[in-house]
């Protein structure tokens, strides 16, 4: 899985892959792809740091990345007890009511009430670069909007390419403006944040919108097939964000979690507000259905939302909260069926990518597509112009 793109990059496979967890981002990269560590998790610089020691030594010399959440526009002066207080009391009843409901423990003395989603901050994701720009990272990805032109060019200065994510040909365009390396074009399959317009037609039209700058494909990747149809609507590599939360070396809160991923369909998912407050696919939980609820206050917009419910996480994390316990995941999911080691799933995509490349050999005679039909033969044109085999063989060989 060779493109333009993984050669610049000294990778072997064009597979870039998201994780909140080292371990398996640095398999990931050991694993031929380039793995890229999410930061919003990290409140202390000092964790951020420590993990990235850990990447140094476990990723044998491969280049991986790190993914900051960087809002565009900044808020002057606005600190966490500001955003804080201007959360309705009636949303902390709500959450406080939702907890009770499903008899969901309060935290006990002294324990953190951890998982605060605080890396969108501008102060925290600029805290995290001074961390990652003491380490050789080898491209700096922004999921909120492009990133400042400070922050690209230092990252420039740094030897390290920049990518940023687009729901939409407008916000990649923009992404272009700003200077970015490489657009992800993140459809709506996307776990996590994700605007309305599906993979299969978000692909091409982003790498339209920014040509000659690479495009990743993401969101619904989790095959070797899949794979290979997104390198044939233009994409130089793929993006892929769920399918490491069953791995081995994923470290989900809880095994019940990792049940709850395995026995989901694709169609357990939900695109709602409620981890946020911006719309981001998730499970779709007892504790989704209550935001999406009509009859409730409904979610703040962002950030007063992630601020509001990051205690109530940890709780239902801790107690195992099933009916309430969730993720975000896209709707992958449904073929993520058993736990396996990153290795695994990539020699699997792989092995898959190869079967697609085969399939369309079969369809596409060698000499480039230029075999005409008898009359009376079955078949339809269009299958006769996807002739992704017309592009350099080198360039699609595993
Ligand atoms: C658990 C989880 C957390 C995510 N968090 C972030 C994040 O912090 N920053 C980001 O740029 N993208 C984030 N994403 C989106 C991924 O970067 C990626 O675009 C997406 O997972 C691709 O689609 P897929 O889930 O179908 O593979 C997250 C995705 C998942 C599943």
Same mark, same amino acid.
Not at 40 to 50: E, N, S, T
Not at 53 to 59: F, I, R
Not at 122 to 126: H, Y
């Given at each position: 899985m =060779? ?6 990059m000294?990778?072997e ?26 930061a ?12 990235l ?7 044998d010399?491969? @280049? ?22 201007? #959360? ?17 423990? %309060?935290?006990?003395? /002294?324990?953190?009430? /951890?998982?605060?989603?605080?890396g969108?901050m ?5 805290t995290?670069?001074?961390v ?31 990518? %940023?994510?687009?729901?939409?040909? =407008? ?25 309305? #317009? ?6 091409? +039209? ?20 899949? #794979? ?8 130089? /590599?793929?993006?892929l ?7 081995? +070396? ?11 991923? &395995? ?10 507000r ?9 499970l ?14 409904? @979610? ?8 509001l419910?990051?205690?109530? &996480?940890?709780? #239902? ?10 993720t975000?995941?896209?709707?992958i ?20 990518f ?6 369309l050999?079969?369809?596409?005679p ?10 009376? +033969? ?9 002739? @992704?085999?017309?592009? @350099? ?6």
């Open positions: =060779r493109t333009e793109l993984s050669s610049r000294g990778i496979h064009a597979l870039f892959g998201f994780t909140p967890f080292p371990a398996v981002a640095a398999a990931i990269s050991r694993a031929g792809g380039f793995g890229v560590l999410g919003v998790r990290y409140r202390a610089p000092g964790d951020l740091a420590r993990d020691d850990w990447m140094e030594e476990h990723t010399g491969r @280049p991986y990345g790190l993914d900051v959440v960087m809002p565009a526009r900044r808020a002057e002066g606005v600190t966490e007890a500001d955003v804080e207080a201007m #959360i309705p009391p009636g949303h902390r009843r709500f959450v406080q009511e939702t907890l009770a409901r499903y008899g969901v423990p %309060a935290l006990a003395e /002294g324990d953190p009430s /951890g998982w605060r989603i605080t969108w501008e102060e925290v994701a600029r995290q670069l001074d990652a720009f003491d380490y050789p990272v080898k491209l700096l990805a922004n999921a909120l909007g492009p990133p400042p032109a400070d922050v690209v060019d230092r990252a420039h200065r740094h030897g390290a390419l920049v990518a %940023a994510l687009a729901g939409s040909a =407008r916000h990649a365009a923009r992404h272009a403006d700003a200077g970015v390396d490489i657009v992800v074009a993140q459809g709506y399959e996307a776990g996590g944040h994700t605007g309305e #317009i599906a993979t299969m037609v978000l692909t091409p +039209e982003v790498v339209r919108a920014v040509d000659p700058l690479p495009v990743l494909a993401a969101g619904g990747i989790g095959s070797g097939e899949q #794979i290979a149809a997104g390198l044939a609507l233009g994409a130089q /590599g793929v993006w964000g769920s399918l490491w939360l069953t791995t081995e +070396e994923a470290a989900l809160p809880s095994r019940a979690l990792t049940a709850k991923l &395995l026995a989901a369909g694709s169609g357990d998912t939900v695109r709602s409620a981890l946020t407050g911006k719309p981001a696919r998730q779709r939980t007892a504790w989704t259905d209550a935001w999406d609820d009509p009859a409730g206050p409904g @979610p703040l917009p962002m950030p007063l939302q992630g601020l419910v990051a205690e109530a &996480l940890t709780r #239902i994390q801790k107690y195992e909260a099933l009916p309430l316990l969730g975000p995941v896209g709707q999911v449904g073929a993520m069926d058993s736990v396996r080691s990153v290795q695994a799933v990539v020699d699997d995509l792989t092995r898959g190869e079967r697609a490349v085969e399939r050999r079969a369809v596409v060698p000499s480039g597509g230029t075999s005409r039909r008898q009359p009376g +033969e079955g078949g339809h044109d269009a299958t006769h112009r996807a002739a @992704p085999c017309d592009a @350099p063989q080198e360039d699609t060989t595993p």
